[in-house]
């Protein structure tokens, strides 16, 4: 097993390309000196170009936020995954929590934003997740087994090996409460078990899972000593270098 953690700063709708570029300038250093993890920063749209010229030659990876599941055409203020290909992207997210309760995405939807990717040759980040009022109810394995099975639906093998998949308990997303190592794990090989069904056990224990929701450098040493987490992805930390630099150097 050999998983190589992924840490991925979604910026969200944050940041000017001139705000972008410094932040970027300041992560390259760390991001270069670092061999135990791989380090992608996912930009708003408007900012791809400019930090996508930046990080050409370093170790920092480039990612969407978003793509729409078309190649081209008529979709007024929407970005192709061919755009994004083009532009130098290696992965996008999809299905993040705020785009399925702010612009009502469903998992048949996700999963046509998978299949465009993959024609394209990105790598998506699935993410999944409960509400808090899913897991008091207890139902957080229900919820986020479904998500992937529906997000995941029909996606064959050789494609899964290429999609990351981030567990976003969406109670912990901006909130400054993060989901317990326990909890994260718990949920992890939840998932990596699911995997194992939908697929079999050895691709399922090649499968990045990321957590996602208040990493912080003071609890993402104990999350990423985890078995089942292979990675954060990051929002409000990953704003700001002083904090983004500890979480990617996690285990200096
Ligand atoms: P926060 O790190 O700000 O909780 O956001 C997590 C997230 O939504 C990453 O996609």
């Known amino acids: 097993m050999s998983r190589i953690p992924l840490i991925a700063g979604n910026w969200k709708m944050y940041k000017l390309s001139g705000e972008a570029t410094d932040l970027v300038k300041a992560l390259i250093p760390a991001a270069n000196s670092v061999d135990y993890c791989e380090v992608a920063v996912c930009p708003p749209f408007t900012a791809l170009s400019v930090i996508s010229n930046l990080v050409k030659g370093t170790k920092i990876s480039l990612g969407a936020q978003n793509c729409y599941p078309e190649k ?3 979709f007024t203020g929407e970005i192709s995954p061919a755009m994004l290909k083009d ?3 290696k992965y996008t997210i999809v299905g993040h929590s705020e785009r ?11 999963n046509q934003k998978l299949f465009k990717l993959y024609e394209y040759n990105l790598l998506p980040i699935l993410c999944v997740g409960e509400t808090l009022e899913e897991r008091e109810a207890g139902k957080m394995k229900e919820v986020v087994g479904s998500q992937i099975k529906k997000g995941l639906a029909n996606v064959p093998e050789e494609k899964m090996q290429t999609t990351v998949i981030a567990y976003e308990p969406v109670w912990a997303i901006g909130t400054g409460k993060n ?26 224990e090649s499968i990045r899972i990321q957590y996602g929701g208040s990493v912080k450098p003071s609890n993402v040493k104990e999350l990423m000593s985890q078995k089942d987490i292979d990675g954060a992805l990051v929002g409000g930390a990953s704003l700001k270098s002083d904090q983004f630099i500890p979480i990617i150097k996690f285990r200096d």
């Open 72 to 74: 081209e055409g008529a």
């Open 87 to 89: 532009i130098g992207c």
């Open 100 to 110: 399925r309760k702010y612009f009502a995405e469903t998992d048949a939807f996700i």
């Open 179 to 204: 989901a317990t190592p326990e909890q994260a794990q718990e949920m992890h090989l939840f998932i990596r078990a699911l995997l194992g069904e939908i697929y079999n056990a050895t691709l399922a």
